[in-house]
């Protein structure tokens, strides 16, 4: 009974830490630094160390069981199984946050950090995002740089709505050239319009690029207007004022 015992401790670390790196690897780390995270073992230690502890704990407290014939064994059962559950809930959490803001950190912070500051909300950045990254076939190599947005008034079975025309600028994989694509979106529903161009040689980016120039140097402009006329103990109230008025997020109304 020992020996199975030992056994089937030696089999769930193994298969934990292999649980482990499947959630570190999906929550957007690389495999290779993956393999260095020391939580690929630490947490496999710590859920036997307890499970182990489970099976004392029911030795303890029943100490006899005709249907349990190894309370070690039951409590390494149990632990393995709760452990399960943790790590699937895990991944499918990674796996729905990447599929709408990326896997790179720069993409979570330019989609999810700014989304939630924003006190007007930009969710519609991120669904044009998801689409994005569903054209790709390796979506993980996306690294995003930046994104610029126009917005159009229009009209919907007679009533006002806005259609977002967002510009994604990106690298794809370690090839230094930068990329850009186009979609709409309107009422959640993102369409794509122009798909991995270039942005060297696209005539359009050059002109999205001085549009952001523009938009940049008023929001600056903004900026230390605010700076000058707020008290200097309002440094929380510029950066909120900051965002709403697009210092952060690029933003164009066009007729």
């Not at 630490?42 to 069981?65: D, E, R």
């Not at 950090?113 to 076939?137: A, K, P």
């Not at 942005?199 to 050059?206: D, F, G, I």
């Not at 999205?208 to 402009?221: F, G, L, N, V």
Request: include cysteine; glycine fraction near 4%.
């Amino acid at each position: 009974m020992k020996r199975k015992v030992l056994f089937r401790t030696l089999l769930y670390v193994v298969l934990e830490a292999l649980l482990a790196i499947g959630v570190i690897y999906y929550s957007g780390y690389y495999l290779s630094d993956v393999l260095k995270d020391p939580r690929i073992w630490i947490f496999p230690i710590l859920a036997t160390a307890l499970s182990l502890f489970l099976g004392w704990f029911f030795h303890m407290v029943i100490q006899y069981s005709k249907k349990i014939r190894s309370f070690y064994l039951t409590g390494l059962n149990v632990g393995f199984s709760i452990y399960f559950m943790l790590c699937v809930y895990f991944y499918n959490s990674a796996w729905q946050f990447n599929q709408r803001y990326g896997f790179s950190p720069a993409s979570q912070l330019l989609l999810k950090d700014i989304e939630d500051i924003d006190e007007s909300g930009r969710s519609f950045v991120g669904t044009g995002f998801q689409l994005l990254q569903s054209e790709f076939r390796y979506p993980r190599r996306l690294r995003l740089r930046s994104y610029y947005f126009q917005e159009r008034d229009t009209l919907i079975d007679r009533r006002p709505d806005t259609i977002r025309i967002i510009y994604y600028t990106y690298l794809v994989g370690m090839n230094p050239r930068k990329w850009y694509s186009k979609v709409s979106v309107l009422q959640d529903k993102a369409t794509m319009l122009v798909f991995n161009s270039e942005c060297e040689t696209s005539s359009e980016y050059a002109e999205i690029k001085k549009a952001m120039a523009k938009d940049r140097k008023e929001s600056m402009e903004k900026l230390k207007e605010l700076i000058r006329e707020l008290p200097q103990d309002s440094t929380s109230a510029i950066l909120k004022k900051a965002v709403r008025d697009d210092s952060i997020n690029r933003k164009e109304n066009v007729n």
